[in-house]
């Protein structure tokens, strides 16, 4: 309490002293000894109350021990068992937590990582991947501000995710305990392969692979690529002690139509260990067809090169940019792209009249809003000379294809100028415009279709700014391609809307996310979220069937099949109420990257214990590394002083007191007639 709060209190005991003496004694006519328990009893009531009314603060003070963290964190993917360390790593982690000295200095903390990272004791190192930058990225989220030391049990070979020697904080040592064979065997590897997803016919596409040598004698082995039982490509390839790797670059022919599945190999005469990464399958969907765009400018401008870059990442798409003036004929092109019209533009309006092309309309700084009124009647331009930054608002309820939430919200503004936006007839809105935090009622991004023909708006220029963002926030320009080819999708399709709308791949590589997303629209063509989405898929060679139901998600529904194994499936997505149905197929590769290893990281590992200032350390070692732990002065635990501060009108027992002796002095008064 504080020297007022404590004088307050002599004070009002005081007082309720000097009450009672008056009321019981000064008072009094007779003196008896029921006077001086009721003046005792009125003392306390009357210094109860004053308790209360000035109400000091008691502090308490109490010490904790807080130790340091120590999280133990071992690798649970399957390359674990591919390289016949499970038992070596089980042994290892029960060595270090169930260690006593290290429980009593440190607060030690069991985690588990594949694809994901969780809090576990139990390990059955069945994980399809291994992610160790997703360890770095918890263990900083965990442990905010505090300086800890972290075990590693793994074998360092990561098949996701960012390099993780440079994503654990470099003030917290890491210690990796190595797991595996580290004695170097002969060994062939496919490591890499890169293909097109799509080809087209009659043409021929490349394929690049990385070939990868482990070993010291001077070796010739033989590459080649096939289909079914013929040999499309081989040739011979030298390695040594010094020339570890090549790069092979083969053109194929795109002959058939269709998925086309292939096979890379690479032998030797010489024994290898592990033979499995000797071989990969690769699918390329060979087209007949490609939608080829045209961007029509009068600007020089940054986004130009984002469309493009962003719809080329399609090999389905080609694109052209023009000049307004350049524009000769429109008869090549599936798709126009008017970027920031002008009156300039006149001659490529005119000749789209006849052409029919679906156009996709961007609007800035530059744009002539008189001449776009004049010759499009979806949108309605009110607009000043004054420049605005509008943000965007995604809409959940947008319907004309499966879309997801990239998070725009968080997207840098679009600049366009300052003004009003209505719709006209048929326009649905993906993304709506803000100002700050105010809502301006009007589109940022619109769709509309009218007699079969298909318009798109983006209503401000800058959307470079959002390719990199998006970017920056997955690490990959992915997400951004893939929600413009959606766009540049729904204008170079003139089909009538179907009932229900499925979206998948046609291959996908055995271990990956096996994700299929639908939509399903009532008859007048809203999205109708109480649909029954069910999914059956059959394995063509077993016959073996596995039925799933689609859960729904923003606007679609989706589900993920993973497990299933390596084969070709049909499938079929029905509408339990309409009996609405979609067939086709898909084909899972069959590549399990975890077994693609036949050593440990040692490179890695030795160069994430240097940037943290940590130690590698092999499984015979583990007690040197416990020795590490444990005399290390910096790793102390720490005593952490609380304060509770309690206000006396919280003390339930003073009140009980105060009515106590209130009740107790009325019944003695009571009792001897005094009242």
């Known amino acids: 309490m504080t020297t007022n709060a404590i004088l307050l209190v002599l004070l009002s005991i005081i007082i309720a002293g000097v009450l009672s003496f008056f009321q019981y004694y000064y008072k009094a006519k007779t ?30 003070n109490t010490f904790e021990i807080v130790k340091m963290p120590l999280p133990i964190v071992v690798d649970n993917s399957s390359s674990i068992v591919d390289l016949k360390a499970n038992e070596t790593a089980l042994e290892l982690y029960k060595k270090m937590s169930q260690n006593k000295k290290l429980q009593d200095k440190f607060d030690v903390q069991s985690y588990r990582f594949d694809t ?18 997703e360890v770095a990225k918890n263990l900083k989220s965990i442990y905010k501000n505090v300086v800890f030391p972290t075990v590693l049990i793994s074998d360092g070979n990561q098949t996701s995710g960012n390099d993780y020697v440079y994503s654990f904080d470099a003030n917290n040592k890491v210690y990796p305990l190595v797991v595996g064979d580290t004695t170097k065997f002969l060994d062939l590897k496919i490591n890499q392969l890169n293909a097109n997803k799509y080809a087209f016919h ?10 990868q040598y482990s070993g010291n004698k001077s070796i010739i082995a033989d590459f080649s690529i096939s289909q079914g039982n013929s040999v499309l490509s081989k040739q011979s390839v030298s390695f040594s002690s010094s020339k570890k790797s090549e790069i092979v670059n083969v053109l194929l022919p795109a002959d058939k139509v269709g998925l086309q599945v292939f ?23 060979v087209i007949d067809q490609k939608t080829n765009v045209a961007i029509v400018s009068d600007i020089n401008h940054p986004d130009i090169g984002t ?10 798409r080609k694109v052209t940019v023009f000049k307004p003036y350049e524009v000769k004929s429109l008869q090549d092109y599936n798709i126009l792209i008017l970027y920031q019209p002008t009156a300039e533009f006149m001659s490529v309006f005119e000749s789209n009249k006849l052409a029919g092309i679906n156009t996709f309309i961007i609007t800035g700084n530059y744009t002539d809003f008189i001449f776009l009124n004049e010759h499009q009647a979806n949108l309605v331009f009110k607009m000043s000379g004054q420049k605005e930054d509008y943000l965007a608002e995604f809409n959940s309820q947008f319907n004309l294809f499966a879309i997801d939430n990239l998070g725009f919200e968080n997207f840098p503004p679009l600049q366009n100028a300052f003004g009003t936006v209505t719709t006209k007839g048929n326009v649905s809105t993906l993304l709506s415009s803000k100002i700050r935090n105010i809502e301006t009622n009007s589109p940022l991004l619109a769709f509309s279709e009218n007699k079969g023909k298909r318009s798109a708006f983006l ?25 413009v080819d959606k766009i540049i999708q729904y204008l170079a399709s003139n089909n009538s809307k179907k009932i229900l709308v499925v979206n998948h791949e046609n291959f996908y590589n055995s271990g990956e996310a096996i994700a299929i997303s639908a939509q399903y629209f009532n008859k007048n063509y809203e999205f109708d979220e109480k649909a029954r989405l069910t999914i059956s898929a059959t394995n063509t060679k077993t016959k073996q069937v596995k039925n799933y139901d689609l859960l729904k998600k923003n606007n679609s529904f989706k589900v993920n099949l993973d497990g299933l194994s390596a084969g070709t499936y049909n499938f079929s997505v029905k509408e ?56 290390n002065e910096n790793y102390k635990s720490v005593q952490k002083l609380i304060v509770t501060k309690t206000p006396l009108i919280d003390w339930v027992w003073l009140l009980v007191l105060i009515i106590f002796s209130l009740s107790s002095e009325w019944f003695i008064r009571k009792y001897n007639g005094m009242l």
């Open 31 to 60: 003196k008896s000894k029921w006077n001086l328990v009721l003046a005792f009893l009125r003392f306390v009531s009357f210094s109860g109350i004053l308790l209360l009314l000035i109400n000091p603060i008691i502090s308490r």
């Open 116 to 133: 994901e990272f969780q809090q576990s004791e139990e390990f059955n190192f069945k994980g399809k991947q291994t992610n160790i930058d």
């Open 202 to 211: 009659k043409n021929k596409f490349p394929v690049e692979v990385f070939l």
């Open 263 to 285: 096979k890379a190999t690479i032998s030797s005469k010489e024994k290898e260990k592990n033979t499995y990464n000797n071989t990969k399958n690769f699918a390329v969907e």
């Open 307 to 316: 469309l493009k870059r962003a719809i080329e990442s399609n090999a389905q």
């Open 459 to 483: 209503l401000g220029e800058n959307i470079w700014k959002w390719r990199l963002q998006s970017h920056v926030d997955n690490q990959s320009f992915e997400k951004f391609d893939v929600f």
């Open 576 to 631: 339990l109420n309409s009996n609405a149905t979609y067939n086709s197929h898909f084909e899972i590769l069959d590549f399990d990257i975890e077994k693609q290893f036949v050593n440990p990281d040692m490179a890695k590992l030795n160069q994430l214990a240097m940037q943290t200032q940590g130690k590698v350390y092999y499984p015979n070692q583990v007690n040197a590394l416990i020795k590490t732990l444990l005399e």
